[in-house]
C-alpha cells in the first residue's frame, strides 16, 4: 500500500486517480500510523511552504516521514512535498524546512514580463543520471509544471534531472537512496508520468 | 524550454460535445470522456469541458461525467460552466479535474476570484472572458466584456479587467473574441497581445482557430503561453499531432512525445 501523505496541501485526488489506473493500491491519509504502515509513501502538495510547514507541525506528521526514509521506504516527492524536504525556502518571506536534504528552495526571477510566473505547462526534463524511477523514459521528456519556487540542492550529487525556465537551468529531479522527488507533477504527465508513478510503485528504494 | 500548449476545448450539452458558431446553431459531435481519451493520447496538452447549458438551466454541473473523466485521462483538464458556489469548484477539483473555470459568475461577483484563490489555490483558477470590439470610449482598450455567451454588455474594458483579476487572485485568463469565435478564420491577435503582454500570469487564445497558420501566429505574435482549438479538430480537419508538426517547424516549442 502506497501511503500519499495529505497535510492540506491542495488536492491530492489525482496522485491517487493515476496510481488507480494503474491498479496500484493507495490510500490518502493524514494519519502518522497509516504513514507509518505503508510500504511507500508519497509526499505531494501544491500551496505554500510556509502553511506547508505548519500543517505538518499541527498534524505530527513531519517525524512519521523521517522514519519512512530512515526505514528505508521508497519515498516519492511532489512539487511542493519536494520543496519542503530541502532545508529552507525563501516562500513567505523564508521558512525552514524539514532539512532532509540539503539546499534551499528560490522563487524565479525574471527580467522578462512575457516569461510568465509562475512556470506552468509541459517542460522537458533532462536527464543527468540513469535512476530506476526513469526507466522508460528517454532523455527531454516532457513533464507539466505549475511552480514559482525552485529547489536548489546544495550537493550536486544529488541532481538526477534538470529543467530550463526563467533563465535557470533548476533541478527538477533529486534523490539519494531511496529518496526520490520531482518538481513536476507525474500524476499529470500523461503516459510518461504514469510510467514514472508506475517505476516507482515497483522500486525497492535502491538506486 | 516551456512548450506552447495546445488545449482543445469540449463544450457540453445534454452530456454531449457540441459545436455552433457564436453559440448558436449547435450540432453535437460525440461522447465527452471518449473524446478526452482520443485527444489525450493523441497529444494534447491539456483539456477544457464548458457545460454550457448548466448555467442557462439553472442546474450544476455533471460532476458525474467529470468523475468519469478524471479517471481516465491524466492530462490537465479545466471544468467550467454552471459553478456558483465554492462546493461545487471543491467537487470539481476533487472528482480530478485540475483547475475550474469562471466567466459571468465573476463579472458579477468579482470577489468569487479572491475567494477561489484563497480556498483552491491560485493555480486552479481559471478566469474566462469573452470580449468584444467596440469604439466605446469607456473602453480604452477598444475591447468591452460580454457575459451570459455574448448576449450582455457590461461596458468594462477588458484589459482593465484583465488587470484586476489577477490582482484579484486568478492564475490564468483564457481571453476568447467574440468576434472570432467559431469563424475559423484565426485568433484575435490585437486582443490577445493587449491581454497577453498586460498581465503576469498565463493568457490563453480562445476563439477562431481553424489552421495550424493561425496558431502560430498567435503565439509568434500575439505571445499567448496557450491556444484553445475547437471545430479544426473536432471537424477532423487537423490532428493534434499535424498542428504540433506545423508548430514545431516555425519554430513553436510544443510537446512532443506523448
Redesign the interface.
Known sequence: MIAIVDYHA??L??VQ??L??LGVPSVITRDPEVVAKADRVIFPG??AAGAAMRHLAELHLAEPLRQALADRKPFLGICLGTQVIFAHSAEDGGVDCLRILPGDVRRFQSAD??C?????????VEIRRRHPLLEGI?D???F???HSYYPVPADDALIIGTT??AGVQFASVVGRDNLVAVQFHP????????QLLRNFAEWEGVC | MLKKRIIPCLDIRNRKVTKGVKFQNNVDLGDPVEMAVAYSDGGADELVFYDITASAERRRIDIEMVREIGKVIHIPFAVGGGLRTLEDMYDVLDAGAEKVSVNSLAVEDPNIIGEMSRALGRQNVVLGMDPVRTDDPACPSGYEITTRGFREHTGMDALEWAKRAEELGAGEIVVNSVDADGTREGFELTLTGLIATGVGIPVVASGGAGTPRHLIDVFQQAHADAAIVASMVHMGHYTIAEIKAELSAAGVPVREKW
Open positions: 491542495g488536492n485526488v489525482s486517480l493515476a488507480s489506473y501544491v500551496g514580463p512575457l510568465k510566473i509562475p512556470e506552468m505547462g509541459w517542460n522537458t528517454e527531454a521528456t516532457e507539466y509544471f505549475v530550463g525556465y500524476e499529470r504527465s500523461g503516459r510518461y508520468g504514469l
